[in-house]
């Protein structure tokens, strides 16, 4: 059994967020993070106070992917030649 490292968190399975009833919008790579998320919202009435640290994570996930699709773009970018407009 191989281990992950912590930049490559275990993703969820197609089943599990079926099973967790993810919206196909939120099915990306921090969907591990969301289905907890998500449990501890319906559990709390989504008092917004009481599911910090699961939100906290999820969210830096987002932020984290966020930037990788940037970097992306701006590497497809300068193999292109091009500038950016704006």
Known sequence: MALESPETPRRATRQEMSDAKVPL????SCAHLLIPLNRCRGKTYFLPW??????HSYEKCQYVEFKKRVA????LREAKGGARSN
Do not use: H, I, L, S
Request: aromatic share 8%; proline share 0%; with cysteine.
């Open 72 to 75: 992306k773009m701006n590497e």
């Open 25 to 28: 919008a939120y099915r990306d």
């Open 50 to 55: 009481k599911c910090e640290d699961e939100r």
